[in-house]
């Protein structure tokens, strides 16, 4: 399974999560996001087909009252897409 | 060009989710003196919905053309960037305001107005051009 297939695979398993409260569970959103961490800068590379679902991740899981640390990575990951805009920006 | 549709039809058929529908929510938050953490969060995903549309575009449309998606480009990128990263400063701002209330609301104040004008605006200049953009 590659990626692209992987990634969205992700979505909807937290998205499952999230409807039925798994979320929020201790420790949750920090398994997520050992998994999905490592991925980031491949979906970066991908951004038109896995930024929409790398946001809807991050989304998903800000809103699942993280932990401090846990809401500092989701926030170093958001800093990444937003880094893919502003390098769309400068180009010519 | 056609990988940038394909991806716009992507764009649009995730707009089924949650955090994509929130366009269409957007409009629904009423202009009220404090926020819930759920009404940051929609504008938030709405801003975010609106960005990625926006990068998609400027990188498929570094320069305009004479005709197709990339044509309003030279009018389009002049508004977008500076749009964009001013709603990148409120939103980070709004979201961390509403983490910090822990779980109570905000008050809706210029950020707000700030995130919800920069949105609205992008989303019609997209749509002024041609540009697909999510509900």
């Not at chain 2, 089924?16 to 269409?24: D, K, R, V, W």
């Not at chain 2, 919800?116 to 041609?130: N, S």
Request: hydrophobic share 50%.
């Amino acid at each position: 399974m590659d990626i692209i297939t992987y990634l969205p695979t992700i979505l909807a398993l937290v998205q499952q999560l999230g409807q039925l409260g798994g979320l929020t569970l201790p420790g949750v959103v920090g398994k997520v996001l050992d998994i999905v961490e490592p991925l980031v800068p491949l979906a970066v590379k991908e951004f038109q087909t896995l930024g929409p679902v790398l946001r809807n991740i991050i989304g998903a899981l800000q809103q699942a009252n993280p932990t401090d640390d846990d809401w500092a990575r989701l926030s170093a990951m958001e800093d990444q897409l937003d880094a893919a805009f502003e390098a769309s920006a400068v180009q010519q | 060009m056609r990988r940038f549709i394909i991806i716009a039809a992507l764009a649009l058929g995730l707009g089924g989710c949650a955090e994509l529908q929130t366009l269409s929510e957007l409009s629904s938050v009423a202009q009220t003196a404090a926020l819930s953490p759920k009404a940051v969060f929609i504008g938030a995903n709405a801003f975010d919905a609106i960005e990625i549309t926006a990068t998609n575009y400027l990188d498929q449309c570094p320069r305009a053309t004479p005709t197709g998606l990339c044509y309003g480009a030279d009018k389009v990128r002049p508004v977008i960037i500076p749009a964009i990263r001013s709603g990148i400063i409120v939103r980070r701002k709004l979201v961390a305001a509403a983490r910090a209330a822990g779980g109570g609301p905000i008050a809706a104040g210029a950020d707000w107005s700030t995130l919800r004008a920069v949105t609205a605006t992008i989303k019609d200049i997209l749509a002024q051009y041609g540009v697909p953009v999510g509900q």
